[in-house]
Each structure stands twice: as structure tokens, then as C-alpha cells.
């Protein structure tokens, strides 16, 4: 690698006059600010694979459920978790540094303060979502990779979830611990293999699952062929990913989790099952209207986790194994019924800060650790001593055995890097065939508190600090206290304050016991911020 390789490369991407930060989703923004950063990103990716010992290092280029015109890009650690947050700081710096020159000084910086040796070969996957912006930004980050001499290999339009597979399937081929085939064909074939099995001799009917228009459109019909027929018909919609302005449009998981309602191209059978995707299918919501009134009723990630936890937690009791911890990791947005639903199971539950690394962290400290943002990010994490003990497990009796053969196949079907809208998919969709239950009875499970998400421009969202897992605030100076005097006056309620890690705006949540006292709680809570 040579000063003047990256400089010349570096020049075609000059800094726009902006402040960049890499935040809970890495860089996001209007794509057309974007290019320098990205080929910084480039940069950086290839420094922490060096770290990381030429270890696979992959960038995605996507910016999820956020609007057409914006992209965004993010790193991924690897054993396929999210970037080390330490190193988001650098990220950061080489985003924010001036010129070429002083972009080179600081790779070069970085390289010394780690003692990073320039023997080692980095190594980087990419992949984009399907943006009209990402080529582009592709094309940025190939210039950096190749200005340090990466070894990368592009894997086209994907989902994030598959690139965090990719990268840890990568980086564990031939060791005892393989995640998979590095393929997306391996990737299919491990979640469909899984599925199939756990849907021998069942059907669930059918499904209708909105895509947003997004990556997650192709990639499901893709993982359809795979399924047996006899088990699951996926009636795939919002799949135009032709027309990029159609994305994330009146549809996806964050309008129908926000807007609390169908979206508009969905006309929905009584009792029939729905789901969202977000645009890079890391994220899914359930949803379905009732018999009785055709009222529309959300099944959110809160009602995913608590599904999933109180099934496996069935499968292992069933199997025979003992001692085995499963925990639940929430954040502040979890409804408190759900919390309290959980807690009566006597299953513990942990709240962490928003953001997907948190919750991830969190889950390492059970057996079995599911997480889920209620947004429908999420997923389940076994440790390596519970795949041991599930996978060595000598049964007793027939009960047990098919227990265990469940549990095993649970652990293969779940996309245990990072949230995974498809493996979610079809874990819903297996549990619910497993229990022989219709949406409504999965939802009497618990009834949501009324809730209300609102967001409020501010001068200066870094005026406001939070505390307890982001339930209070400790500035500005007594708005805690203004809140908390406002929540004393409804039932059941509660209300806080944040500010988002992905928007310039501060999120004001509330709940309460009735819709009206929700939406006027979140309200007032909201004026308090004028
Ligand atoms: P921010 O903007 O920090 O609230 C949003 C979501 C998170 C998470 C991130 C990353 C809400 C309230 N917040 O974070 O849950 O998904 O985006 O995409 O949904
Ligand atoms: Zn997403």
C-alpha cells in the first residue's frame, strides 16, 4: 500500500463540507453526502481486518427503513456481530478528516496506535441493499478496498442479515465451531433444511408478507423455493424493487409498527396472517385484523420474543435438560405488558439501551438469550455450552428425542448473528404451526398497553442525557421531574424521552391504560420539549 495509491484514490471522493458520526446503524444520511464516507469506511475495514489478523471484515451499504434517497453504511465484525464500539470512534475520525492527506495520516495513525502489521492480507465482503444510490457507493468503497490491497469479494444485493451470515461462516470454514456454507445458497439452504424438518408433517397454511419494496423481496422468493410446499405458501407482496422510489413507501415494518395500521396495498382476511419486512429485512412484524370487527391488531417484536422464549423454553423442559437459563432482553419501547407477561412466565428480563449491539450483549449472558427491539429487530442467541449440551444430549425417552431433534433444528433455523427478518419468519411461522395457533390466540397471550411514538425537532438533541437503560433523563435539568409529574396523572403509565441515534430528533414514547390517555400523555410530554 503506498501513500500515493490512497491519496489518488482518496481525491476522487472528496469530503462534503458536513459533520459525519457513526451512530447505532453506522453512517446514515442523503446519499449524495456519502461517497467520501464510504470509501473511508473502505479504509477502515481494511485496518480492522489487519487487527482482526486478516480475519473477513464486511460492509454493508444500506440505510433500512429510512427513505429512498438516503443510504447509509456499517461494518461488520467477524463473527458477524456489529463493529466493536470502541472502533466507531475511528470510524468517525477518518470520516471527518479534511483533506486526502490528512485521511492517509490518520489510516497511518490508526496502523501505528495498534501495532497493526502491513504483512497480513485484509480481507472484506460487501453487499448493498437495492437503492438506486448503492452502485455508486459500491463503487467507492471497491476503490478504497483496492487502494490497500484488500482481498474482497462482492456479493451484490443482500440482505444485512445474510452479510452477517456470510461473514461468520467465513471466518469459522474448517474449525469445529462452522456457522454454515459462506454461500447465499448455504444460507438458504440452512434456514429451508431446518424449516423443513420442523414442519414435517405440518402446515401452516399461508402467510402474506410485505417486502417494502426492498432486498427482502428477492431474497424471499429466493428462500421460498427452498421450503416445501406442503408446509408454508408465502404469498409475496411489496416486492417492486424496480421502482426505487416505491421503497419503504406506504409499506414495511416500521410504517405498520409507527402508523400502527395495514398498509394501504394489504386487504386483509379476518384472522389471515400478515407480515412487514423492513428495507434490508433485518426487521418484521406480525400482523392481523379479528373476525369479529376487522380491527387491526400489531404482533411486534415484543410479541415475537415472548413466543419464542415460552416455545423453546416448552422444548427444553420436554427434552430433559436441566439448568438451562433462558432470559429475555428488552429495551425502554418493550410495552410493559409484555415485560410483565414475561416476569410471570418466571422468565427473567433485562432492559438495555436502544440499539442492537446492546441487546445483543445482553443475550450472552444466558444459555438461551432472545432479544428483540419492539420494532421487530431481534432474534435468539444460544451460548456455546448450551449448543454442547443440546447437541450431546442423550434422551430418555421418544418425548425427549423429538424434543432435542426440535431444539437442534430451532438452533439452525435462527440467524444467530444478528436479526434476521427471514429466520424470524419462519420461526413464527413454525411455532405458531407447532402450537396449532391462529394469530388471535398468539396475541391473547397478553394485551399491549395503548401506546404512542412521537418524534420532536430540537435545537440540540445532545442537550438531552439519559440514565436507567434510557427511562430518564438527567438534562436538561428538571424535565425529568416535569415528566414524571405528568405520568402520576394517568393509569398505568409511563413516558420517557431520548435522543435518537439514527435522526436529528429527540423520541418521546408514552403508554397507558387507554388509547386516549396514551395518545394525550405523549402529547403533553411532547409540548414540554417546546
Ligand atoms: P433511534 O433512532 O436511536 O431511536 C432506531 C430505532 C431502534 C433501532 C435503530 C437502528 C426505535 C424507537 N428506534 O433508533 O430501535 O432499530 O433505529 O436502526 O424504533
Ligand atoms: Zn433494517
Not at 205 to 229: I, W, Y
Not at 239 to 260: C, I, P, R, W
Not at 513 to 527: F, G, I, P, S
Request: glycine share 6%.
Amino acid at each position: 500500500m503506498s501513500q500515493e495509491a490512497v491519496i489518488a484514490a482518496s481525491k476522487a471522493y472528496p469530503k462534503p463540507a458536513q459533520t459525519f458520526q457513526y451512530g447505532t446503524a453506522g453512517f446514515r444520511m442523503k446519499a449524495d453526502l456519502l461517497p467520501s464516507v464510504v470509501f473511508r469506511v473502505g479504509l477502515l475495514a481494511a485496518l480492522r481486518s489487519r487487527y482482526k489478523n486478516g480475519q473477513v471484515i464486511g460492509v454493508m451499504i444500506t440505510a433500512s427503513h429510512n427513505p429512498p434517497a438516503d443510504n447509509g453504511v456499517k461494518l461488520i465484525d467477524p463473527m458477524g456481530e456489529m463493529l466493536e464500539s470502541s472502533w466507531e470512534a475511528y470510524g468517525t475520525a477518518l470520516a471527518n478528516a479534511e483533506d486526502d492527506q490528512a485521511v492517509y495520516d490518520y489510516y497511518t495513525h490508526l496502523e501505528q496506535k495498534f501495532n497493526i502489521k502491513s504483512s497480513v492480507t485484509p480481507q472484506v465482503i460487501y453487499g448493498s441493499d437495492t437503492r438506486e444510490s448503492s452502485p455508486a457507493l459500491v463503487q467507492a468503497l471497491k476503490d478504497a478496498l483496492d487502494a490497500v490491497g484488500v482481498k474482497s469479494q462482492a456479493f451484490g444485493a443482500v440482505t444485512t442479515p445474510q452479510l452477517h451470515y456470510l461473514v461468520r461462516c467465513l471466518n469459522t470454514e474448517g474449525t469445529d465451531h462452522a456457522y454454515g456454507k459462506p454461500t447465499l445458497e448455504g444460507y438458504y439452504s440452512k434456514l429451508s433444511t431446518a424449516f423443513n424438518h420442523l414442519m414435517t408433517n405440518r402446515s401452516n397454511g399461508s402467510v402474506t408478507v410485505d417486502c417494502a419494496n426492498g432486498v427482502g423481496g428477492p431474497a424471499l422468493r429466493e428462500l421460498q423455493k427452498h421450503l416445501n410446499p406442503d408446509s408454508i405458501t408465502i404469498i409475496v407482496t411489496n416486492d417492486d424493487t424496480e421502482t426505487f422510489s416505491k421503497l419503504n413507501s406506504q409499506s414495511g415494518a416500521d410504517y405498520v409498527k409507527t402508523n400502527q395500521r395495514l398498509p394501504p396495498s394489504v386487504t386483509a382476511q379476518p384472522l389471515a396472517r400478515y407480515a412487514s419486512l423492513d428495507g434490508d429485512a433485518d426487521r418484521i412484524v406480525y400482523y392481523y385484523v379479528d373476525a369479529k370487527t376487522s380491527t387491526f391488531h400489531l404482533l411486534d417484536g415484543d410479541k415475537i420474543a415472548t413466543l419464542a422464549a415460552s416455545f423453546i423454553g416448552d422444548l427444553v423442559h420436554h427434552s430433559g435438560i436441566t439448568d438451562f437459563s433462558i432470559g429475555v432482553v428488552q429495551t425502554a419501547y418493550a410495552n410493559g405488558s409484555s415485560t410483565a407477561y414475561i416476569e410471570k412466565q418466571g422468565l427473567p428480563t433485562v432492559c438495555t439501551p436502544t440499539g442492537v449491539k446492546h441487546l445483543h450483549h445482553a443475550a450472552l449472558a444466558y444459555d438461551c438469550g432472545v432479544y428483540f427491539e419492539a420494532n421487530g429487530h431481534g432474534t435468539v442467541l444460544f451460548s456455546p455450552s448450551a449448543l454442547q449440551r443440546i447437541f450431546t444430549h442423550e434422551p430418555e425417552s421418544p418425548a425427549q428425542a423429538t424434543a432435542i431433534t426440535h431444539l437442534k433444528n430451532i438452533t439452525e433455523l435462527i440467524n444467530q448473528t444478528v436479526g434476521d427478518a427471514l429466520s424470524d419468519l419462519l420461526l413464527v411461522e413454525v411455532i405458531l404451526a407447532h402450537k396449532a395457533w391462529t394469530p388471535d390466540l398468539w396475541d391473547a397471550c397478553y394485551t399491549d398497553l395503548p401506546n404512542r411514538l412521537e418524534k420532536a425537532e430540537v435545537v440540540d438533541r445532545n442537550a438531552f442525557k439519559t440514565t436507567d437503560a434510557e427511562r430518564k433523563l438527567t438534562h436538561p435539568a428538571g424535565l425529568q421531574d416535569q415528566i414524571d409529574a405528568l405520568v402520576g396523572k394517568y393509569d398505568q403509565a409511563r413516558s420517557f424521552v431520548r435522543p435518537s441515534g439514527t435522526e436529528n430528533v429527540v423520541r418521546v414514547y408514552a403508554e397507558a391504560a387507554t388509547r386516549t390517555q396514551a395518545d394525550e400523555l405523549a402529547q403533553k410530554v411532547k409540548a414540554l420539549l417546546r
